[in-house]
C-alpha cells in the first residue's frame, strides 16, 4: 500500500513537472486550437457570404499542422495565418507533443532527460553519487526510512544498476564531475549528498562542487584514505567516513571473539553488541542491574519459546532462565559480562550483522 501511495504521489510530480516544462507546448497549442479557430469563425466568409462554423475553423487550423488546408480563404490576414502556422506549429507544438508524450510514456528507458524531470519534482532528498555495494545500501536504506533519493553512477555496468532500476530509483549514467550532472539532479534543494564512489579524489570534488552549488547541503563522503578524514572534516565541515576504520574493529573482534554481532567506535571507546542467552548469573537480574553492574544496555530482549524480540526491555523487567538478550557495552565491561555468564561459544541464533565494506 505503502509503495502503489509512493508511486502515486511520484507519477503526479512528474505529471507536473513535464507540464511546468512544456508550458511553451501547452500555450501554443491554446493559442492554436482556441483562439486561431475564432480567429478564422471571425474573419472568414463562405461565397455565400455565411461565416464559417467553429467547428469546420477547428479543423481547418487542425489539418493546417499538416499543409492540407480545410478552407479556400482569401481573406489576407488567414492567408498570412495559413502560411505560418504550419512551420510553426511542426517546429513548437508537433516537436513538443512527441517529446511530452516520450516522457511520459516512456519513463522506464531512465534517460538524463527523464532523469532531470523526476529530480525537479524533489525537495529535500538525498543524492547518492555511486552504485555500488555501499551506495546500493545507503540507498536501500534511505528509502526503508522514507526519503526520497536519486542516484548518479558513471558505469552502465556497475554492481547494482540493474537492481535500482528494477526498484523504480531514478539512476542517472553519467560522469559526476561533469559541469551538468549535478545541476541534474537538482542538487540546489537537497537535503544531503553522499558520494559513495571508488575514488577519493572524485568524491572530494563532487563534494565541493554540491557544497558551492547549495552551501546548507549535508555532505557524506566515503574516503579509502585514513590521513583525509580528519583533515576533510575540519577543513570543508563535512561527515567523512573511512571503510578501512569502520571495517577494522569489526574484522579484528570477529577474528579474536566469535560472539560478537557489530563494534564501532565512539570517540576512544570501542563500543560491541553481542547476544547472550541467560543460562549462568544473569537469570533473576534485571535489566537496570545489567546496565549499573556490567555498563550493558540490553538493546532486545526475547523470551524463552517466543519468536518476536522486545526493543528497549524496561529496566525493571526481570530476567528468565534462556532469554536471549542483544547487549551493546564498551569492550572491557562485555569481556566482564562475559566472564560473569562464562559463556564460551554464540548462541545459535545470534547473527553477525554485515559491516560496511
Known amino acids: 500500500m505503502l509503495n502503489a501511495r509512493r508511486r502515486l504521489v511520484m507519477n503526479l510530480r512528474y505529471l507536473r513537472a513535464l507540464l511546468k516544462r512544456f508550458r511553451p507546448t501547452m500555450l501554443m497549442a491554446v493559442l492554436l486550437f482556441g483562439l486561431m479557430p475564432l480567429l478564422y469563425q471571425w474573419r472568414h466568409v463562405t461565397p455565400e457570404g455565411n461565416r464559417v462554423s467553429l467547428g469546420k475553423a477547428l479543423r481547418h487550423v487542425y489539418f493546417l499542422l499538416y499543409g492540407q488546408p480545410y478552407l479556400d480563404v482569401d481573406d489576407s490576414l488567414l492567408m498570412f495565418v495559413d502560411m505560418v502556422i504550419p512551420p510553426v506549429g511542426i517546429a513548437v507544438l508537433v516537436d513538443g507533443v512527441v517529446r511530452f508524450a516520450y516522457l511520459f510514456f516512456a519513463r522506464h528507458r531512465q534517460d538524463k532527460e527523464w532523469f532531470e524531470v523526476i529530480a525537479e519534482t524533489l525537495t529535500g532528498h538525498v543524492v547518492v553519487c555511486g552504485a555500488g555495494r555501499v551506495g546500493y545500501r545507503v540507498v536501500s536504506q534511505l528509502r526503508a526510512l522514507g526519503k526520497d533519493v536519486v542516484v548518479v553512477e558513471k558505469r552502465e555496468e556497475a554492481a547494482f544498476v540493474a537492481v535500482l532500476r528494477d526498484e523504480q530509483v531514478p539512476l542517472l549514467i553519467d560522469d559526476i564531475r561533469s559541469h551538468q550532472c549535478l545541476p541534474r539532479t537538482n542538487v540546489m534543494k537537497a537535503a544531503a549528498i553522499v558520494c559513495a564512489t571508488d575514488d577519493d579524489l572524485a568524491n572530494l570534488n563532487i563534494a565541493l562542487d554540491a557544497r558551492k552549488m547549495n552551501p546548507d547541503i549535508r555532505v557524506v563522503i566515503r574516503l579509502f584514505d585514513d590521513d583525509l578524514v580528519a583533515k576533510v572534516r575540519d577543513t570543508f565541515k563535512a561527515e567523512a567516513l573511512s571503510s578501512s576504520s569502520l571495517a577494522a574493529p569489526a574484522m579484528a573482534l570477529a577474528a579474536l571473539d566469535p560472539r560478537i554481532v557489530h563494534s564501532f567506535r565512539i570517540g576512544t571507546h570501542l563500543m560491541v553488541v553481542s547476544v547472550f542467552e541467560a543460562r549462568q548469573g544473569l537469570p533473576g537480574m534485571s535489566i537496570s542491574e545489567v546496565r549499573d553492574r556490567f ?11 517466543e519468536r518476536a ?20 557495552a564498551e569492550y572491557g565491561d562485555y569481556r566482564k559480562l562475559r566472564a560473569f555468564t562464562q559463556e564460551a561459544e554464540a548462541p545459535v541464533f545470534a547473527t553477525r550483522t554485515e559491516g560496511l565494506t
Open 295 to 305: 555498563g550493558g544496555l540490553t538493546l532486545s530482549m526475547r523470551r524463552r519459546g
Open 309 to 328: 524480540e522486545r526493543l528497549h526491555p524496561s529496566g525493571e523487567t526481570r530476567i528468565e532462565a534462556g532469554d536471549a538478550l542483544t547487549v551493546q
